[in-house]
């Protein structure tokens, strides 16, 4: 909470005590101002993805040089929600399930998720947004609880990684 006694304690500006009251309750409304917008601005740390409109946040860091490319053989654990609802429609983490392996950059999975796992390290954890357009489109995956033009939240973490022998 901003007080004007505590803002004119701590302003460093030595001011004559006639000014000091009118200088602290300017100060204080631009200091408002500010705290007004600074909620008004986006302070997400999503990252786009060049080209797509799925976008990614990094909830855990990775750990070495090997990373995610087009045709490695990557396996995950992966969690997906629909943001329309927040309903869990699959996790490998379910009992009975297990990690998900697949060949990355080689659309052997939804655009969004094939994008936004490239450039992943082992251990590196991201939440995906994908898009309907970049997810399951205007036919949804009814059969997973998927709507027509579902908004998908992943999360995904790299268990592995296993480059394509022609490019090492």
Same mark, same amino acid.
Request: proline letters at 8%; hydrophobic letters at 40%.
């Given at each position: 909470?901003?007080?004007?006694?505590?803002?004119?304690?701590?302003?460093?500006?030595?001011?004559?005590?006639?000014? +000091?009251?009118?200088?602290?309750?300017?100060?204080? +409304?631009?200091? +408002?101002?500010?705290?007004?917008?600074?909620?008004?601005?986006?302070?997400?740390?999503?990252?786009?993805?060049?080209?797509?409109?799925?976008?990614?946040?990094?909830?855990?860091?990775?750990? =070495?040089?090997?990373l995610v490319q087009p045709k490695a053989s990557v396996?995950?654990?992966?969690?997906?929600?629909?943001?329309?609802?927040?309903?869990?429609?699959?996790?490998?983490?379910? /009992? =009975?399930?297990?990690?998900?392996?697949?060949?990355?950059?080689?659309?052997?999975?939804?655009? =969004?998720?094939?994008?936004?796992?490239?450039?992943?390290?082992?251990? %590196?954890?991201?939440?995906?947004?994908?898009?309907?357009?970049?997810?399951? =489109?205007? +036919?949804?995956?009814?059969?997973?609880?998927?709507?027509?033009?579902?908004?998908?939240?992943?999360?995904? %973490?790299?268990?592995?990684?296993? /480059?394509?022998?022609? %490019?090492?």
């Open positions: 909470t901003l007080s004007l006694s505590s803002f004119c304690s701590a302003s460093p500006i030595t001011l004559p005590p006639s000014a +000091r009251p009118q200088h602290c309750a300017i100060m204080l +409304r631009i200091l +408002r101002l500010v705290s007004l917008l600074a909620l008004c601005v986006d302070l997400s740390t999503s990252i786009e993805l060049p080209g797509f409109k799925t976008t990614y946040d990094v909830i855990a860091e990775g750990e =070495g040089t090997l396996t995950v654990h992966a969690t997906g929600i629909v943001a329309e609802t927040g309903k869990k429609f699959w996790s490998t983490k379910d /009992p =009975g399930q297990k990690p998900f392996s697949y060949t990355a950059g080689v659309k052997a999975v939804i655009v =969004g998720w094939d994008q936004g796992v490239l450039g992943m390290k082992k251990g %590196e954890k991201r939440e995906l947004t994908i898009p309907a357009d970049e997810g399951y =489109g205007k +036919r949804g995956f009814p059969a997973w609880g998927i709507p027509p033009d579902g908004t998908l939240n992943f999360e995904i %973490e790299v268990l592995s990684i296993t /480059p394509n022998k022609s %490019e090492l």
